[in-house]
């Protein structure tokens, strides 16, 4: 952020001070929210040894749209019918070649700005604690990659993917009863112009409905709480906040405003509190996307405090247009594979954040031109370049004249596997 604030010609620190943002992740020409999304869920499956047979409901949460009508979760569909990367074009050959066969999973996209990425996660929850769950496990896939128009607003993009198993004795637990949510009309942030990925965003307007969103749902959330509890909710209650994270800076002005409505007669310090309850999870904020960021956060870090059982997290989501929820999670250790101190283990978001590449300001300007050039574009090939991808990591290879979009996995091996007859 520091070289992009001397790139763009803008005061020192309007980036790293005023929006408390130290980089910005982005997508190179061969990666995109499908081929994250195919990352990200072929990881959890090895990871953690999962059957693909043994989920029964998928859900994307994106606002990323790469096709008005096919869904993210339809190319996600390869990996438990096929397993990926196939070596073949789907349905031209005998369904005996079929590896697993699973085609049997419920569940599409919800999209609706960055609150996309918790409907889906909503979905899933509420499919497994209903009468429909056939026992199988959920998986939620949230992704974007959030690009700007050169402006004040571009700093605040970023690209990532999480994937979520959802099943029963999770180590981190939904308290379902425990939601506020507030769904409002507004035009804050939205993409009109179906050919370009670039939204239209009045930044005054959507800070002041983010505010305006997290009162209300904060407001249903205490009224929830009394009603279930039979005594006033105290943010004391809580201990870790995570806020939905269009730039660092207003998470901080989000948890002050909910501590001053609530503390200032009590408490000493915000910055003392903010440090233990709020802190921890900034580092995500910093870097990361909108859809993915604040959900990974609740378990990213070897020496964060989230590791202690018995805890309780509220998040907070938002999306413009608008439509905001808070929520309540409790923790709890777990058993392997599936406890805490192992998701945290697996995870390795420091290792991955330090794994990552910087560019100039002036070659991300030109990834950008050549994303503007190729959205919505067809019967192209990129650079198939993976020197920079981490192994396991799924890219882009070619889009055909049918617009038709083609993938490949970057494995352990020097070599990506290659796909016949243009299928992967």
């Not at 910005?24 to 959890?44: H, R, Y």
């Not at 001053?260 to 999870?281: C, G, H, M, Q, T």
């Amino acid at each position: 952020m520091e070289a992009l604030e001397v790139h763009d010609g803008v005061s020192k620190g309007k980036y790293t001070v005023g929006l408390g943002q130290d980089c910005m992740a982005f997508c190179s020409e061969v990666e995109d929210v499908i081929s994250m999304s195919l990352t990200v869920v072929t990881s959890l499956l090895e990871k953690y040894k999962i059957d693909p047979t043994q989920i029964g409901r998928l859900e994307v949460g994106s606002e990323t749209v790469i096709d008005k009508s096919k869904s993210i979760k339809t190319f996600l569909m390869q990996i438990f019918e096929f397993g990926f990367p196939v070596s073949y074009a789907p349905y031209t050959n005998s369904h005996k070649e079929q590896k697993y066969g699973n085609t049997d999973i419920e569940g599409v996209d919800s999209t609706n700005a960055c609150y996309g990425g918790t409907a889906a996660l909503f979905n899933c929850v509420n499919w497994v604690e209903s009468a429909s769950w056939d026992g199988r496990y959920g998986l939620v896939v949230c992704t974007d990659s959030a690009v700007y128009a050169e402006g004040p607003a571009r700093p605040t993009g970023g690209a990532a993917a999480v994937a979520m198993l959802i099943g029963p004795d999770a180590p981190i637990a939904f308290e379902s009863k425990l939601r506020g949510s507030h769904m409002s009309h507004a035009y804050d942030f939205y993409k009109p112009n179906l050919a370009s990925e670039y939204p239209v965003v009045d930044g005054k307007l959507s800070q002041t409905c983010y505010l305006m969103a997290l009162d209300s749902c904060y407001k249903y959330f205490c009224q929830k709480f009394e009603k279930l509890e039979g005594r006033q909710f105290s943010m004391l209650d809580v201990d870790y906040f995570v806020f939905h994270s269009p730039y660092n800076k207003l998470v901080q002005k989000s948890f002050a405003r909910l501590f001053f409505n609530d503390f200032l007669r009590n408490a000493s310090s915000v910055d003392e509190i903010a440090k233990e309850k709020l802190a921890p999870y900034s580092t995500l904020s910093d870097v990361e996307s909108y859809q993915s960021r604040d959900l990974e956060k609740v378990s990213y870090h070897s020496d964060c405090p989230i590791n202690r059982e018995g805890k309780r997290v509220i998040m907070f989501s938002y999306g413009s247009g608008l439509t905001a929820t808070m929520f309540s999670l409790q923790l709890q250790e777990g058993h392997r594979p599936f406890s805490l101190s192992n998701i945290v283990k697996v995870m390795d978001v420091p290792g991955k954040l330090k794994l990552r590449h910087e560019f100039p300001p002036e070659k991300f300007v030109d990834i950008m031109k050549l994303m503007e050039h190729r959205y919505g574009a067809k019967d192209f090939v990129t650079s198939k370049d993976s020197s920079l991808l981490s192994p396991g990591t799924c890219y882009l290879t070619e889009v055909d004249s049918m617009f038709r979009r083609f993938y490949a996995k970057k494995e352990n091996t020097s070599n990506a596997a290659t796909c016949e007859n243009g299928a992967s």
